[in-house]
C-alpha cells in the first residue's frame, strides 16, 4: 500500500475508499514519528502521550479476583449470547442507572454481550445497511468531529457517510433534524455519542426524544454510544433508554456501554448493546461471522463490574480532579471549562495540526489535531472542518504528570 497521504492534503476519491482515510491515530503518527520530540517537562524529558483516551488507573481488583476464579472456563467456545448472569447484570445495572421500569427491555433478548463496544458500533452499521437495502437506504449519519469507527463502519458497509457538524454554538451536538427529508428518509443508521468524544458535551432527555422521534418517523436506526456514560463531572447524563417513550418502545434503537472508562478496563474487551430485538440479533449473525463473543471468564468478571458501583465513584473523582486542574490552567488562554462528562479536554487553539506539530518537536507532548476526528473533503476549505481549530487533549495521567504537561501546553498557547 502506499503511505497514507497527509491529514492537510484533500483526499480524492480513490484515497476516501482507503480504510486508513479516517484513522485518527495513522495519521498522527504520519504527522509526528519523522519528526525528533523536544524533551518533555518529565525529569527525564521521555515524550508524553494525551493523545489516546487510555485509562492510566489501575482496573479494579474485582475484575483480577473474579477471573482467577475460572479458571477452567477457558477451554470451551464462549456463548455468543453471553450468559443469563452477564445479561442480567447490565439490565440491573440500565435500569439502576438510568431508573427505568425492569419492563424496559427483555434481558435475554435484547442485550448482547461486545467485546467492546467499537466491535459493536462497527457491526451495528453493516446490520442496519443491510436492513435498509430493500428500501435504498444508504446513508450513515456521523457527527463531525466524531469517533472515527462510526465511518469505519459505513466504509467497510458501501454506504455513504454524511458528516453532520457538531460545533460550539449548538453544544457541539450534530443538528440532525435540520437535514433535509430526502436525506433522513435514505439514512440507515444515525450516530449520537453522549458524553461525546471529543468535547464532553452530553445530550438532554429531550433531545434524546426529539432524536428517538426523527429516527422512528424516517424509519432509521439510532445508535447511541454511550461508552462515557459513568464518567461525568456532576450530574449522571441523561441516556437513550430513558427517553423512550410511546408504542414503538425501543423500535429502531440502539444503545452501547462499555467497561472500557468505567472500570478502566479497555484491555478487557468488554461491553454490551441494547435495545430493539431485532437489531440485536442482527448484531449478533453478523458477529457470528465475523466478529469474537466473549470470554466465559469475562463475561463473569464483567458481570461483577456492572454490579459494584464504588470503583466508579472512585474514578469519576480522579477525572474530575484532573478536569478542575485542567480548567484552572488552560482558562485563562483558551476559555475552555470543563464539559459535563468525558475525560478530554478540547481547546481552540487556532491550527491544531500546526499546534499538535509544535507541542511534539518542542515540548514532546503529543496530543491529537482535531481536524483528525473529522473527514478532510477534497477541495475543502480548512474552515469547512469543524475539529481543525481543536486539539483534543486526553487527560488521564496521574495528577502530578498531567500538570507538567498542561503547565507546558499552557505555555505555549
Ligand atoms: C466515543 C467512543 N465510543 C466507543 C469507544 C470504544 O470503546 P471500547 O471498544 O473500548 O468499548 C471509544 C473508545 O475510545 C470511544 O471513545
Not at 456514560?229 to 456532576?234: F, S, V, W
Request: hydrophobic residues 40%; glycine residues 8%.
Amino acid at each position: 500500500m502506499t503511505s497514507i497521504s497527509p491529514a492537510s492534503s484533500p483526499a480524492t476519491a480513490q484515497a476516501r475508499r482507503d480504510p486508513r482515510i479516517y484513522q485518527p491515530f495513522m495519521r498522527l503518527s504520519h504527522l509526528l514519528d519523522g519528526e525528533k520530540p523536544g524533551a518533555s517537562p518529565l525529569p527525564d524529558g521521555a515524550p508524553i502521550s494525551l493523545s489516546i483516551g487510555d485509562p492510566q488507573l489501575s482496573a479494579p481488583p474485582l475484575l483480577a479476583e473474579t477471573l482467577a476464579a475460572y479458571p477452567n472456563d477457558w477451554s470451551c467456545y464462549p456463548p455468543f449470547r453471553g450468559t443469563p448472569d452477564f445479561r442480567a447484570a447490565c439490565h440491573d445495572w440500565l435500569v439502576r442507572r438510568y431508573g427505568l421500569s425492569p419492563e424496559t427491555l427483555d434481558a435475554d433478548r435484547q442485550i448482547l454481550p461486545l467485546p467492546g463496544s467499537r466491535e459493536g458500533l462497527f457491526f451495528a452499521t453493516l446490520t442496519a445497511i443491510n436492513r435498509g437495502a430493500a428500501e435504498g437506504r444508504t446513508k450513515v449519519l456521523i457527527p463531525s468531529p466524531g469517533y472515527h469507527v462510526y465511518a469505519g463502519g459505513a466504509l467497510a458497509a458501501g454506504a455513504e457517510p454524511v458528516f453532520v457538524p457538531a460545533r460550539a454554538d449548538n453544544n457541539f451536538l450534530p443538528d440532525y433534524e435540520g437535514l433535509p427529508k430526502e436525506t433522513l428518509d435514505r439514512t440507515a443508521i444515525a450516530f449520537f455519542c453522549s458524553p461525546s468524544n471529543p468535547e464532553g458535551a452530553v445530550a438532554s432527555r429531550e433531545q434524546w426524544r426529539a432524536w428517538i422521534e426523527l429516527a422512528q418517523r424516517h424509519g432509521f436506526v439510532l445508535a447511541a454510544d454511550e461508552c462515557y456514560a459513568d464518567i461525568y463531572t456532576d450530574e449522571p447524563p441523561a441516556g437513550l433508554l430513558e427517553a423512550v417513550q410511546g408504542p414503538q418502545g425501543t423500535e429502531g434503537l440502539l444503545t452501547f456501554h462499555s467497561l472500557s472508562k468505567r472500570s478502566s478496563a479497555a484491555g478487557l474487551r468488554s461491553g454490551f448493546v441494547a435495545g430493539d430485538s431485532e437489531l440485536v440479533d442482527g448484531i449478533d449473525a453478523f458477529m457470528r461471522y465475523g466478529g469474537a463473543s466473549v470470554p466465559t471468564p469475562i463475561l463473569h468478571a464483567s458481570a461483577a463490574l456492572w454490579r459494584d458501583e464504588a470503583h466508579v465513584v472512585e474514578t469519576r473523582c480522579y477525572y474530575r480532579t484532573l478536569f478542575e486542574m485542567a480548567e484552572e490552567k488552560l482558562w485563562a488562554k483558551t476559555g475552555w471549562r470543563m464539559p459535563a462528562g468525558g475525560f478530554f479536554a478540547w481547546l481552540e487553539v487556532g491550527d491544531g495540526e500546526a499546534f499538535a506539530l509544535r507541542a511534539w518537536k518542542e515540548a514532546g507532548l503529543r496530543v491529537l489535531p482535531g481536524r483528525y476526528l473529522c473527514p478532510d473533503e477534497e477541495g475543502a476549505a480548512p474552515e469547512d472542518n469543524p475539529g481543525a481549530p481543536y486539539i483534543r487533549v486526553a487527560l488521564v495521567h496521574e495528577p502530578q504528570v498531567t500538570e507538567k504537561a498542561l503547565d507546558r501546553l499552557a505555555e505555549m498557547l
